[in-house]
């Protein structure tokens, strides 16, 4: 099957966000290049009138009729546009949110992949940087519109005009002319063919230094407590002026090729129009036809001539635009390779789901070390499962791996008999609430953070807000559950500590009321009394839900029904904190030994 054209792809695809928007487009072309073609079309009956001495009834009828002409082409155009500006927003946020929708739905082990992670930030910044993309292609496509209406314009009056110059003795001039034409405009094409690769070759490098100055600035702050504590401003400045002084020198590059590979382009186009005027001109002196009509004829012959220059820098544009368009569309066309099962989780209120790792082992993909090996646990409903181990001991990838993030390189995970890879994604998803160590709240009121939703329930809401503690800090938000949370945007917000938002966090899963409660590292920001009051009411909180913890603090962990050890991707022991303390030689009694220290006022 032949391939389809990336421009003709991502135009279809572009399309599809608005159907009306090209279409409303178009007629408000036809009305604004209706207004210079008129205008051009009545002075020359104006001046003809005149030259021909005609009545002053007829002069006067004709400059009513262009100045009334002109008013009710403006209103409409006028109103057009505003029909077309709002449609146009509707196509871009249409595409914002089709470009979303995509990002949200890839699995996340591509939505993590740096190389993906680095396209969709090339797609969106190239439009900010250098224009090219989709953006482009709806600014090339509105060109071919109003060039394609110009030349219909031109069309019909030089239909006339080479009628009344086609008589005998002038028809070596008039194939003169059309040689002339033709010769400029082949030229031209020539040239701007020749540049196309060329220019989008170096934006393309613009828009890779400038992806990389974004990524840098973003990655370093001036502002930080440490910057003003280490002074780091002069070192910042001594960078970021060697960096700018690197992009002057490829901004300057790319504007200096741009400049040249025009240049020949507008000479040869100028060239032409002039040679046109000559023989115009020529024309009307040997009275081939009338003083005003080469006001006419010489108006057209100029758009025409930059009609016919803007299809080469309309055909050069596509051109360098497909590097660009081919990220777009191969953005959309990453496939999901997890296996999306059908099966239906069932609604279960006695929340009867036992999960089973049978020898799963993974690996990230494109790393070459195992993050977890051959791991094996079984976990019972209602059961609370500590994770203990050292950093990068695979804690987090284990969680990951239950909540279907990522599917196993090898070994299987069983929920109630079946694979999970059997069930309904979506509806598996459903099963798990986690706090994840990087979590995020919203700049939105309390409730909708609580609830992850635009309605909350509130009885549900402050009774967990009662149970996690954060009572008192509640009683002093001015406004209950409908408080905004930080001040960013919204000046009556609440600032709140980081060990409130872990709290806030905390509320959000259990709000859910989801038969799996995880939680990564769930009080490391809390103080130590903080913790224990947190941890004293746990099993109540958790109540019938199945808790796994994943945590640092091993004197937080003391009530789990089991814990299990990681150490180096693999799960060195299982027990409960007596029997695992109670082997002296074991990984759990060193890392116990090692923090006791801390706890032991
Ligand atoms: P823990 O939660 O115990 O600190 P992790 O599960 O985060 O450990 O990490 C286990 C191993 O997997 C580590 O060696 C870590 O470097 C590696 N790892 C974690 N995330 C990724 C990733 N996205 N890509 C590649 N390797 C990863």
Known sequence: MRKENVTVRAFKMYNAYNKRYFPLKLLSTVF?????????????????????????????????????????????????????????????????????????????????????????????????INGYGVSQMRHTAEEIMMTAVELAFCAVLFGEMFALMASEPFR??????????VVSIGLCAFFMFASAKKV?????????????ENRISSGYSIFGMDARIYKQQDLYDEQQYKRNEEHK??????YRKQFMLDLPNYLFSRGAELFSYLIICAFCGFGVFPVGSVIKYVGHLNRFCSSIGRIFGIASDIKSNEKFLKQYVDYFDIPNDMYQGSLAV????????????????????GADKYALKNVSIKLKVGERLAVVGMNGSGKTTFIKLLCRLYDPTDGEILMNDFNVRKYDYRQYLDLFSVVFQDYSLMGVPLG?????AAAWDTEKAERLIEEVGLGARYAEMPKGLETPLYKNFDKDGVNISGGEAQKIALV?????????????????ALDPIAEAEIYSKFDGIVGDKTAIYISHRLSSCRFCDKIAVFHDGEIIQVGTHDELLSDENGKYYELWSAQAGYYKE
């Not at 008129?38 to 262009?66: C, D, G, P, Q, R």
């Not at 070596?172 to 034409?181: F, T, Y």
């Not at 020198?249 to 790319?254: D, I, L, S």
């Not at 909708?448 to 992850?452: P, Q, S, T």
Request: proline content about 3%; some cysteine.
């Open 448 to 452: 909708n953070n609580i609830a992850g």
């Open 172 to 181: 070596v001039s008039v194939l003169l002319l059309v040689i002339g034409l």
């Open 200 to 212: 989008s070759e170096y934006w393309n490098e613009v828009g890779d230094m400038m992806l990389r």
């Open 32 to 128: 604004d290049r209706v207004s210079p073609y008129f205008n051009l079309w009545m002075s020359a009956e104006v001046v003809n009138a005149l030259y021909a001495a005609a009545e002053k009834s007829e002069i006067y009828t004709l400059v009513l009729i262009t100045l009334f002409g002109n008013l009710l082409i403006r209103v409409l155009g006028a109103v057009l546009h505003r029909v077309v500006e709002l449609e146009l927003q509707r196509l871009n946020d249409n595409q914002n949110a089709a470009f979303n929708e995509k990002t949200m739905s890839l699995d996340y082990c591509k939505l993590e992949d740096p190389q993906i992670r680095h396209m969709r930030r090339k797609i969106t910044e190239n439009g900010w």
């Open 508 to 524: 959000r899963a259990l709000y859910r009321n989801a038969p799996f409660i995880i939680l990564d590292e769930p009080t490391a």
């Open 346 to 365: 069932e609604k279960r209120s006695d929340k009867q789901f036992d999960v089973e790792f049978k020898d799963v082992s993974f690996r990230y993909p």
């Open 249 to 254: 020198r490829v901004f300057a590059k790319a």
